[in-house]
């Protein structure tokens, strides 16, 4: 069984969303995401809606082979490593993480 974690993502407040969305798919940082082990899938998700007070800037999607895999990623050095760089583009008292179960429906 697959698992899943994903992340809701805000921007610091002194970057617009252009630069953050370029933040965080660029090269940089996906260096140090693509490290984490155990990874199988990154998926970005970029908020396309019309700028609101209480809307994200995104959802990542990390996919990992099974719950054991994301336990081990989520306390890895490498994990660690992706946050901290987050933290250059993120208001990570706004971002946050859930751990999700996905029930396919159609398709």
Not at 24 to 46: D, F, Q, S, T, Y
Not at 80 to 107: C, H, N, Q, W
């Amino acid at each position: 069984m697959t698992a899943k974690v994903m992340f809701v993502v805000a921007r610091r407040s002194d970057i617009n969303r252009t630069r953050c969305r370029g933040e965080w798919a660029g090269e940089k940082h996906r260096r140090i995401v693509e490290a984490v082990p155990g990874l199988r899938k990154w998926v970005l998700n970029h908020v396309v809606s019309e700028e609101g007070k209480s809307l994200p800037d995104g959802i990542g999607e990390l996919w990992f082979d099974d719950a054991d895999a994301l336990e081990t990623a989520m306390s890895s050095s490498e994990m660690g490593s992706a946050i901290e760089d987050a933290k250059r583009f993120l208001d990570m008292d706004k971002t946050y993480a859930v751990l999700v179960e996905e029930e396919p429906v159609l398709g």
